[in-house]
């Protein structure tokens, strides 16, 4: 008889269940517990999973972002660029880059770990995300924008890269924990 290899819990992790050794050396050992297969969730639970991972990551990256922005914007960003920066920033595209980079962040970082992956993972995978848009910003504002300080764009990429893995960790443990509610 070959093993069965069942769907465990809500996401996409495989559990190898075998089935109990047959011949004259038998000895008795616990079987392995295999739950039987759940049909698949619809596309509307996903979305609703996703949606609240969304809402999650967002309020969660708004927090740490405004106080990363609170405290070292007038402290370490104002001193070194701020004669190329705005004397009050723009809303609307702010609000565009917070609402995109987060729907980037849960699609990348959250999604894939919501399905049975691990705090770490997401961790891992938001940190990457973070690192390369925010690399992607600041190498592109060190090429073209004059004045933009080295030691700004190497610090807000290593921001990026923390607050990614901020985020997505934070938010793959608390959609996990309220899973289990």
Same mark, same amino acid.
């Given at each position: 008889m070959p093993p069965r290899?069942?769907?465990?819990?809500?996401?996409?992790?495989?559990r190898r269940c075998e089935p109990l050794p047959v011949g004259p050396r038998r000895r008795r050992r616990?079987?392995? $517990?295999?739950?039987?297969?759940?049909?698949p969730l619809s596309f509307?639970?996903?979305? !609703?999973? $996703?949606?609240?991972?969304? !809402?999650?990551?967002?309020?969660?990256?708004?927090?740490?972002?405004?106080?990363w922005l609170g405290i070292s914007g007038p402290r370490v960003y104002r001193p070194r660029i701020g004669a190329i920066l705005r004397d009050r920033p723009r809303i609307a595209p702010?609000?565009?880059?917070?609402?995109?980079?987060?729907?980037?962040?849960?699609?990348?970082?959250?999604?894939?770990?919501?399905?049975?992956?691990?705090?770490?993972?997401?961790?891992?995978?938001g940190a990457l995300?973070?690192?390369?848009?925010y690399l992607t910003f600041n190498a592109t504002s060190l !090429?073209?924008?004059?004045?933009?300080d080295r030691a700004i764009a190497m610090l807000d990429t290593g921001w990026g890269a923390v607050l990614g893995g901020l985020?997505?960790?934070?938010?793959? !443990?608390i959609m996990n924990w309220a899973a289990f509610m």
């Open positions: 290899w069942p769907r465990a819990g809500r996401g996409a992790i495989w616990r079987r392995r $517990h295999c739950p039987p297969a759940r049909k509307e639970d996903i979305l !609703a999973d $996703h949606l609240v991972a969304y !809402a999650v990551a967002l309020v969660l990256f708004l927090i740490a972002d405004g106080l702010a609000a565009a880059f917070y609402l995109l980079y987060v729907a980037g962040l849960v699609y990348f970082a959250v999604a894939d770990n919501l399905a049975g992956g691990t705090v770490f993972a997401g961790a891992r995978d995300f973070g690192f390369f848009c !090429a073209l924008i004059r004045g933009y985020v997505a960790g934070a938010t793959v !443990a």
